[in-house]
């Protein structure tokens, strides 16, 4: 029976080439622009090198200080203090790392006078390299004693490495000067894609306590607000609760030891997967992001039209099947089954289109991937000017990827074959088998 | 023949409606992505109302090779310095030192609310940016005086009036409804009621920043606390590249234009400035996605009426025979076909443009016309909301027209 389908639907592409062909264009190109969307938001929520446990990862990058007597408010991140009296001090959580913001970029000093490159650097801590699984080329990661002395070390990526001293081996204990500063390397990860954003940089090096707090703002009369923020990562849901009851109790024991700042973290740690939607701290629903919202709109339409517009394909070719249907029902096949057939046959069509859709998303998103990525967000700031992200293999040809294919599959042929081919089957057998061809 | 192609239309309605569904599907789709597009098209088009040729942004850096950090006056005198030696270039007409966010085709500006002691009631909501007496301010951006003001040179030398102001020729009329304002005071909203700024000139319109309209302006020359070191803006001499006049830079900023711990860490052409300010704030972002989606959905709909269309060819062919038989040229039944094509799309036009102005005027109408920013913006053929509604309209319905007479030409020619 399989076999006979086989044969009816081959028959039916070659027989057919214009029907055949417009449905399979019109939804390739549809399931295309469809996966690029999906695509983009995927990279930045599945697990991916070094984020493997983005799952379990939360960030608090900002508190609100609140002035009492009038409506004054300051958003800023965690200063030294705060992070080493509160967040270093926690239980209930498997790693805490805190890394300094950097507004602007970091110059690296290319050796013999070729000048300066413009760099991508985090000023972090140890922690940092158990949280983010980096694959080490050579050496290792900060240590905690150089991180305590404040010794200068750096790890760069393996890329930069050769930028600037024109091999990924033995770097180790080499000098890179960043900032009008030396440091000695003493490790060599493989780089991130610019598109892991939480753990992408060229070159970590470990932030020096006293630099910066003396950065942050409004030191002395808020001496817990600066410029640090913080990623922690913990085991289970039950850990996270307790994190969250934890850090409660830290809001509290502030509030209470004085009046003059009301300190709120604004539903903080926020989760990796709220983290890509959230465009402000005080939302506090996913549809209230701007991106959410768009995304949403995006995926309906990209289905939703040419959905529509394939209907009227459909309705045309159902009209020269309508004779063949009324013979079938007069040897008792039922609505049901005919129009389950009728699905089916598209469902080969849909497929087919999906696959060379998928191939275009791709193509896209190699081709276009140094804006494609970040074109629902509102406010993308200076990141990807001027700068191609690496898009891997681990990106593009995930199983979860094929899945949503399909699933968009089944959904664009019920969406395009469904009603077109329920409408035609309505029709008395009589008047279906009298129906002029 | 338009009975013909109305009765046509109606006995095939089973099969048209699809389309005609989808038609006005993308029509209001057509019309969320056009609208951006088209105001964006139209601001750019507008005159920035200073010269933004040859004008480049310095940006400095700081040396912390030694450790040690100095004082803001000291790296406010370097700065200075640098300055200085830039004048002294052959390639320079001026230098202005200029404080980010008081300046034009920086990313944020100061924003404040004007009023007048006539209007105290009624203040006029207006972007601020500072300049410095005596450096040529208004000459070197390119900024033009009205007539019975004084001459840019005048205001750039400073009139002696404490708290003088220049405004823009918009704030004057939104304001006091006339340009013809100097003398006249105004007060910041927020500040003491008696401190009162006079009017000393009149300048004309500025667009803060290249993807908006035209904005209400004061320029002040009250410089507020500034906890930031200034950064250099250069005009350049003619005929000099300003691609050329960094390599320039970068070859001696180490050894001659540095000063102190300050050296210039970059140079940029406004036009490359206002890039990325429209690239920070999502501009190019939600432009590159609006004609992506429109390309996509005007593909989509051009395949499925030829899809359609190839099929009712088909179809017709024994009503098409008989026409040809009667005499009817190829000409003739193409352009029935068209009609059809035509009519449908009119209508479904209509229908999608009809929906979308009651979800508009659900939301606001404002909403179509401040996309990107809010309440600053003067009178301009866009504040009209029919005026802005129908060009947009007829936009999406030449669109739309095109792509559905393409689709069905294809197919039609063939008969």
């Known amino acids: ?437 | 023949m338009f009975k013909i192609i109305l009765k046509n239309l109606w006995s095939r309605r089973n099969y048209n409606v699809w389309l005609f569904l989808e038609l006005i599907l993308v029509t209001v789709i057509a019309w969320v992505v056009v609208n951006p597009v088209v105001q964006l098209l139209h601001n750019r088009s507008l005159p920035l109302g200073y010269d933004a040729d040859r004008l480049c942004l310095i940006k400095l850096d700081s040396d912390w090779s030694e450790d040690v950090r100095d004082t803001l006056t000291t790296r406010e005198e370097a700065v200075r310095i640098i300055a200085d030696r830039l004048q002294g270039m052959e390639e320079v007409e001026n230098v202005l030192l200029e404080y980010y966010s008081t300046s034009l085709g920086t990313e944020f500006v100061w924003r404040g609310k004007y009023s007048s002691k006539f209007r105290p009631d009624s203040p006029v909501e207006t972007f601020q940016l500072i300049f410095q007496k005596g450096k040529k301010y208004f000459e070197t951006f390119g900024i033009k005086s009205l007539p019975g003001s004084p001459s840019p040179e005048q205001l750039s030398e400073g009139i002696n009036v404490p708290n003088g102001v220049v405004v823009t020729r918009s704030f004057a009329i939104a304001l006091f409804g006339t340009d013809r304002v100097v003398g006249d005071s105004i007060s910041l909203c927020g500040q003491n009621e008696d401190r009162y700024s006079r009017i000393v000139g009149v300048v004309e319109d500025v667009r803060v920043r290249s993807y908006s309209d035209v904005a209400t302006v004061v320029f002040s020359t009250d410089m507020y606390p500034m906890n930031q070191l200034p950064h250099i803006v250069v005009r350049l001499r003619e005929g000099v590249s300003p691609s050329l006049f960094s390599e320039k830079i970068a070859a001696q900023s180490n050894r001659e234009l540095c000063s102190g711990r300050q050296f210039i860490r970059s140079i940029l052409p406004f036009e490359d400035l206002a890039r990325q300010t429209e690239y920070s704030f999502g501009i190019t972002n939600e432009v590159r996605l609006d004609i992506a989606l429109a390309v996509f959905f005007m593909v989509s709909l051009c395949l499925g009426v030829v899809g359609s269309f190839w099929f009712q060819t088909r179809r017709r062919k024994e009503e098409i025979f008989i026409m040809r038989s009667f005499g009817a040229t190829r000409r003739t039944i193409v352009s029935m076909l068209l009609g059809e094509g035509v009519v449908m799309v009119t209508m479904a036009v209509f229908v999608g443009c009809m929906a979308y102005l009651q979800y508009i005027h659900q939301v606001g109408t404002q909403s179509i016309r401040e996309l990107w920013e809010e309440g600053f913006f003067v009178d301009s053929c866009f504040s009209n909301f029919t005026f802005h509604f129908t060009v947009v309209s007829f936009i999406v319905y030449v669109l739309l027209l095109a792509v559905v007479c393409l689709g069905i030409y294809i197919p039609a020619r063939r008969t």
């Open chain 1, 1 to 437: 029976m399989i076999k006979d389908y086989w044969h009816r639907v081959c028959r039916m592409v070659r027989e057919d080439k214009l029907f055949s062909s417009i449905y399979i264009s019109g939804t390739a190109l549809s399931i295309a622009f469809t996966m690029v969307m999906a695509i983009s938001y995927y990279v930045k929520l599945a697990p991916i090198y070094p984020e493997a446990n983005r799952k379990h990862t939360l960030y608090m990058k900002h508190a609100r200080f609140q002035e009492q007597q009038d409506e004054a408010s300051y958003d800023a991140g965690y200063s030294v203090r705060a992070v080493e009296e509160w967040f270093y001090t926690l239980k209930n959580v498997e790693m805490v790392s805190a890394e300094r913001s950097v507004p602007q970029g970091s110059y690296v000093r290319l050796p013999d006078g070729r000048g300066e490159l413009q760099v991508t650097a985090k000023f972090t801590d140890p922690a940092f390299f158990k949280i983010y699984s980096f694959r080490f080329i050579e050496g290792s990661s900060l240590s905690e004693s150089d991180f305590e002395a404040g010794t200068l070390t750096a790890v760069v990526s393996d890329k930069l490495a050769r930028v600037v001293f024109g091999s990924d081996s033995c770097i180790v204990g080499r000098t890179l000067k960043m900032g009008y500063k030396n440091y000695r390397i003493c490790g060599v990860v493989e780089e991130a894609s610019s598109l892991a954003e939480a753990s992408y940089a060229q070159v970590y090096v470990a932030y020096n306590r006293k630099e910066t707090e003396s950065m942050g703002g409004r030191y002395g009369v808020l001496p817990y607000m600066g410029r640090m923020e913080v990623t922690l990562l913990v085991k289970s849901g039950e850990q996270e609760k307790a994190l969250r009851k934890e850090l409660a109790d830290i809001v509290r024991r502030y509030n209470a030891s004085q009046d003059a700042y009301r300190l709120e973290l604004c539903g903080q740690p926020t989760s990796h997967f709220r983290s890509v939607f959230q465009d402000y701290m005080s939302e506090t629903s996913l549809l209230d992001s701007e991106a959410v919202r768009s995304l949403l709109f995006v995926l309906c339409v990209l289905l939703l039209v040419p959905g529509v517009n394939l209907c009227g394909v459909i309705a045309g070719r159902m009209e020269s099947r309508v004779a063949e249907m009324g013979i079938r029902k007069t040897f008792g096949a039922s609505r049901a089954v005919l129009l389950r057939e009728v699905v089916n046959e598209n469902l080969v069509f849909t497929l087919l289109g999906g696959m060379f859709g998928l191939v275009l998303a791709w193509l896209m998103l190699v081709i276009f991937r140094q804006w494609v990525f970040d074109m629902l967000n509102p406010f993308p700031g200076n990141k990807f000017i001027g700068s191609s992200p690496l898009v891997s293999g681990e990106m593009l040809f995930s199983p979860v990827v094929f899945l949503l294919v399909f699933f968009f599959c089944i959904v664009f042929n019920l969406i395009s074959a469904l009603v077109p081919a329920w409408l035609s089957l309505r029709q008395p057998v009589i008047k279906s088998m009298n129906e002029e061809r």
